[in-house]
């Protein structure tokens, strides 16, 4: 079966400093990945979205970046975070058809 | 314009009635509807999908399709607090959720079961 995995849970990072998300896929083999924040009071908002090792498409223009070095690895980036970048994030993918899958999420809170 | 329009509620409800949850979205070319669950501080989990208009069931919820109307709503029968959470509304302009499609969330709906 498939699983997604991604990590940490919970971060805490001062204004300035750089970020890495990582997420991974389990089970399967060249999905899309995606890359979802969510503010309070605010929908899941796409950030970027994948459909193959090195393409990335931006949705939102910001100091976030993405990539995907391998088949089932998706990495979130920022070299220097702002307050504004707080919010749940959350990683999915999907099968070629149908729904999507999210991993457990990251909380990142901003200081 | 928000494209896709949910209450965020609360919506309280007593334990063992019909809770109902509306979704309005405003691209007529809509053809995919999905509906989420989310627990607080958990992240999104599926619980049905609707391209077709008319009601589809599964279980205790049932997902209702008006496209005339533009709207599409969650029915949960005979609701647990177990149930309390918030429900997403995502639309998708295409039949298949890929890399291609733009798939647009509503803030979602909180429900609160009451014992």
């Known amino acids: 079966s498939q699983t997604i995995h991604q990590w940490p849970a919970t971060l805490v990072q001062p204004v300035g400093s750089p970020l890495s998300l990582e997420c991974t896929v389990e089970g399967t083999s060249n999905p899309n990945l995606y890359w979802y924040r969510q503010a309070a009071g605010r929908g899941l908002q796409l950030l970027f979205y994948s459909v193959g090792i090195g393409q990335i498409s931006s949705e939102v223009p910001q100091n976030l970046s993405a990539s995907r070095p391998q088949d089932r690895q998706f990495i979130l980036s920022s070299k220097k975070l702002l307050l504004s970048d707080s919010g749940f994030y959350l990683c999915?993918?999907?099968?070629?058809?149908?729904?999507?899958?999210f991993g457990q999420g990251t909380r990142l809170t901003v200081v | 314009q928000k494209e896709v329009e949910q209450n965020s509620g609360p919506l309280s409800v007593p334990e063992g009635a019909i809770a109902s949850l509306n979704c309005t979205y405003s691209d007529r070319g809509s053809q995919s509807f999905f509906w989420y669950r989310q627990y607080s501080g958990k992240s999104p989990e599926l619980i049905m999908f609707i391209y077709s208009n008319g009601d589809k069931e599964d279980g205790r919820f049932t997902a209702q399709l008006n496209k005339a109307s533009q709207y599409v709503s969650l029915l949960i029968r005979d609701s647990q607090p177990s149930d309390s959470a918030t429900y997403l509304c995502?639309?998708?302009?295409?039949?298949?959720?890929?890399?291609?499609?733009?798939?647009?969330f509503g803030i979602g709906t909180k429900l609160q079961v009451i014992p």
């Open positions: 999915a993918w999907s099968p070629r058809a149908t729904e999507a899958f």
């Open positions: 995502a639309v998708t302009p295409g039949a298949l959720w890929g890399g291609y499609q733009k798939v647009t």
